[in-house]
């Protein structure tokens, strides 16, 4: 499975940006596709993660700014992020877990940065 994420960059703060990630390879229809990011000198977290079903999870600091989406058929996960603030930046990372076998891949990282 290979996953791979676009979309990054720089924006100022409250602008906007749209991560895409596409998976590829053969992949289990139990899975759980997400985003993670990590700032510099600090661990990598969970942002945001939606089922094949629907069912969303957002990290507390960016509901109701970051909205996550995916198409089953294609295997693409979306992260819509608006009103973005400096301390959103940092490199954000394609995750897609099956379920069946907790097996994790990642994608390669994109990074973004929020200027205030």
């Known amino acids: 499975v290979q996953l791979q994420a676009s979309g990054g960059g720089l924006v100022q703060a409250g602008g906007s940006l749209r991560l895409s990630c596409a998976a590829s390879?053969?992949?289990?229809?139990?899975?759980?596709m997400g985003w993670y990011r990590q700032a510099p000198g600090k661990q990598r977290e969970l942002v945001a993660r939606?089922?094949?079903?629907?069912?969303?999870n957002y990290t507390d600091s960016v509901k109701g700014r970051f909205t996550i989406s995916r198409v089953n058929a294609h295997d693409t996960v979306y992260l819509q992020m608006n009103s973005l603030k400096p301390e959103d930046t940092g490199v954000y990372y394609c995750?897609?877990?099956?379920?069946?076998?907790?097996?994790?891949?990642w994608g390669q990282g994109t990074q973004v940065t929020v200027s205030s």
């Open positions: 995750n897609l877990k099956t379920l069946s076998s907790n097996i994790e891949y």
């Open positions: 390879g053969s992949i289990s229809r139990l899975n759980v």
């Open positions: 939606i089922t094949r079903s629907g069912t969303i």
